[in-house]
């Protein structure tokens, strides 16, 4: 039977979009995958944030919430550069402390620092509320097609929470 391409365009946009892969699976960009820790849960992607999951909350704390972002090849900026943007997302622009790691051949950048958060957002990322005691783990990887953040922000104490998770993010990068 012949399914006419429009009808087999329509169907495969709507199981797309109304698919959602399992928080454990894989996920990829920039040449690169990782695994999801488990209790992430999956959310809004865009053209660049290829990924955003729900961090559980800490106790008696809100959730965090981890972002993946991939620009393309030669796009979004330098590792030092961004690393230095992450600190101005903070209230007095501190230092992140940041160290540099390889995982799977590929040099990554990690990064934290924490204080009062700016809760950057919209199309010029200002601030949209302060929020006291946060905190953001980052890291940049430097993959085959290009950088790839990863950018774990959220209350102090649920970002300890989940560090463990962060760090087993990291370490299941693999290049695809």
Do not use: H
């Not at 934290?112 to 006291?132: D, R």
């Not at 922000?153 to 970002?159: D, I, N, R, S």
Request: glycine share 12%; net charge positive; hydrophobic share 40%.
């Amino acid at each position: 039977m012949r399914v006419p391409a429009a009808l087999a365009a329509s169907v495969l946009l709507v199981a797309t979009a109304s698919s959602s892969a399992p928080p454990d699976a894989p996920s990829s960009a920039g040449g690169i995958a990782w695994t999801v820790p488990s209790g992430w849960t999956g959310g809004k992607t865009t053209v660049m944030r290829v990924a955003t999951y729900a961090v559980p909350a800490a106790k008696g704390q809100e959730p965090g919430e981890c972002t993946v972002f991939f620009f393309g090849p030669g796009q979004g900026g330098g590792v030092d550069e961004n690393v230095a943007r992450w600190g101005r997302q903070f209230e007095g622009t501190p230092t992140p402390v940041s160290r540099k790691e390889q995982v799977a051949g590929m040099q990554v950048t990690r990064a934290e620092v924490a204080g009062t958060f700016l809760a950057p957002g919209g199309p010029m990322m200002q601030s949209t509320g302060k929020k006291a005691d946060y905190r953001l783990l980052g890291a940049i990887v430097e993959a085959p097609e290009g950088n790839v953040f990863f950018k774990l922000t959220g209350p102090a104490a649920t970002v300890s929470t989940a560090k463990a998770q962060f760090d087993a993010l990291v370490a299941s990068i693999r290049r695809r």
